[in-house]
Every structure is written in structure tokens, then in C-alpha cells.
């Protein structure tokens, strides 16, 4: 995964003009997902790592072609307890399920505030991400196992992204700090179970 992000941003930064009309930049930023669905309205949510770049294309004065690639790492988690005896007892367990994805945002954004070397823009799409790891981690009385979920799970996940940033200057740089929302449309498992992703990321980068 490194090789492939170093890949991309040397290729963008060789590839295109950095002007007025055209800026790469890189962003990093943490997701806080869940899992919405069939057996999992007791979930809560899993904090993962957000990366990726990201495209800004003028098209006139308050109106950009956002595109993000990113590597996004989602899923959720469980807490509760199981009876061990007739008597009553019980002990806690976890169990964490974690989707990791390569994800495509196509996003168009309109600039809705500007001030003195301050931009807040909204922006609105659709996301298209590739599973590149899918396990459950059970954290169980009896012991710790990890069940492997890739060759179950749907490799394609499609969604609906709304998404806002905050532009400014700091130290002469370009800079952004956002926050995302995705709502998947898409099952996640192959079988006849629906659950698919949700959540929220917050990330801050640099325009180069």
C-alpha cells in the first residue's frame, strides 16, 4: 500500500500544472465507521486510518472537480457478554469486523464562504471503492480468533459521500481541514445478510 501512494503522488506531482486552475493535494485524517443492518443495531463504531489524495479542477470561479483516492479502513465493533453455566455467570467479549478499501470519491464542490485567505466548500458524489482485506477479530472467553472475510464479501462498494472543507494559509502553505460522510448503498456480504458501511471521517491536508 505505501509503493502504491508513493506511485500516485509522484505521478500526479510530474503530471499535471500545479496553478490556479489545477492542485493536487495530500491528506490524512482518521474514519469513525459503523456497520447499518441486518443483526447489527448493537454496533458501535470503529476508528480507522484515512489516506489518500485528492484533485481540485476549477471550472469557474466557485465551482471545482474534487476527486479523492484514498485508502480507507472501516468497519465496526461489538461489546457484550455470553452465559458460561447454568448459574448465571457471564463474561464480556469483542469482536471487531474490519473492511479495509481503496476508494474512488467523485465529487463536485461549490465554494459557499470566502474570506480573507478562507474558503469553506461543500461538496456532494459518489464513492466507488475495491475490498483489499476484510477479517473478525473475536475476542472470546474461550480465546482470541481471527476469521478471514474476503472470499464472503462483496469486492465493490458504492455510496453516496457529502463532504466540506476549510481552506486557508498557514505558514505561506495552502492547507485544508475536512469532515466526510459516506453512506454505502451496496451490501457488504455475499450472502443474503444486509448490512453495509456508514460513517464519518475528519482529515486535514496540504495543497501542493
Known sequence: MTKIFTLLIITSSLSFPQNA???????????????????HSDTSIKTGLLLGIQARVNLNNSIFFTPHLSYSMK??????????????????????????????DILFSN??????????????GVSTSYLLNA????????????LDLINSSNRYDFGIVLDSKL?????NKNVFSGIRYESGLTK???ISINFKNRGFSIYSGLLL
Open 21 to 39: 486552475d489545477f492542485r493536487i493535494g495530500l491528506f490524512t485524517g482518521l474514519n469513525f465507521s459503523d456497520i447499518s443492518g441486518d443483526f
Open 111 to 124: 465554494d459557499i464562504l470566502k474570506m480573507e485567505n478562507i474558503v469553506v466548500d461543500l461538496s456532494g
Open 75 to 104: 468497519g465496526s465493533t461489538n461489546n457484550g457478554y455470553i452465559w458460561t453455566d447454568d448459574a448465571g455467570y457471564s463474561k464480556s467479549y469483542k469482536t471487531i469486523e474490519s473492511y479495509d478499501y481503496l476508494t474512488l
Open 167 to 171: 481552506h486557508f494559509t498557514l505558514f
Open 188 to 190: 457488504i456480504p455475499e
Open 135 to 146: 477479517e473478525w477479530d473475536l475476542d472470546l472467553p474461550a480465546g482470541r480468533e481471527k
